[in-house]
């Protein structure tokens, strides 16, 4: 059974920086592309970052320069340092595999972006 473990959220104010965790099992983790995800309630839950087995990374365009993903494939986890935060930030923030895979979902972990 998949499983992801996310941490490292908190209330931050803007222009402030934090570093997510998200520790996975039931997987051979090295052999899959990891992404993180962002969602605000009431809205689709959207794309942030995946980096391949292989450590290509790629961003989407409002986080680009300002978030850095990572993967540790000796400890099954990868990691989002977020810089630069902006109160459009805030939201619940998940990591599953990229392309996610629907019913593994964890709970995520919630960033407050906020003066």
């Known amino acids: 059974q998949v499983q992801f473990v996310e941490s490292g959220g908190g209330l931050v104010q803007p222009g402030g920086s934090l570093r997510l965790s998200c520790a996975a099992s039931g997987i051979i983790f090295g052999l899959y592309a990891m992404g993180w995800y962002r969602q605000v309630p009431g809205k689709q839950r959207e794309w942030v970052a995946t980096i391949t087995n292989a450590g290509r990374t790629n961003y989407a365009d409002s986080v680009k320069g300002r978030f850095t993903i990572s993967r540790d494939n000796a400890k099954n986890t990868v990691h989002l340092q977020m810089n630069s935060l902006k109160p459009e930030d805030t939201a619940v923030y998940y990591c599953?595999?990229?392309?996610?895979?629907?019913?593994?979902w964890g709970q995520g972990t919630q960033v407050t972006v906020s003066s």
């Open positions: 599953n595999l990229a392309p996610a895979r629907e019913h593994s």
